[in-house]
């Protein structure tokens, strides 16, 4: 088979063939889709983006994560301090009207023990 002017012929190694089968499979779903521009769109974001702190420093990513929630819970924080309040508040009342059904079911027991014959 002989080879234009500037291409390239790709073989896979075994560590490698989780790729061509990706690439095969993208192509048996579209057929306009080129692999040769697709690794090579690929190989130029790379190229891009290799050097970039973003791209290599997960302590970075991990800090600006941390930013970002420490800005959702300042802004937040009122709002979730005051349900939990009235959460508490809530939880409270429940308990008191439940020691008072206790204690009108308990007054009930009580009275059917009370001889009321004997006024």
Known sequence: MAKRPGSLVLTFSKKNIDVKSLLENKKLKDEAFIVTD?????????????????????????KLIDEKLKSFIKINAPVTIG???????I?????????????????EKDLDNIPIDED
């Not at 349900?83 to 508040?89: D, I, K, N, P, R």
């Open 38 to 62: 697709y690794i090579c769109e690929s190989i130029r974001f790379y190229e891009k983006h290799k050097n970039s702190i973003e791209f290599n420093n997960l302590e970075t990513v991990k």
């Open 83 to 89: 349900l939990a309040e009235e959460h508490q508040e």
């Open 91 to 107: 939880v409270a009342e429940k308990i008191f009207i439940n020691a008072i059904k206790t204690n009108i079911n308990s007054l």
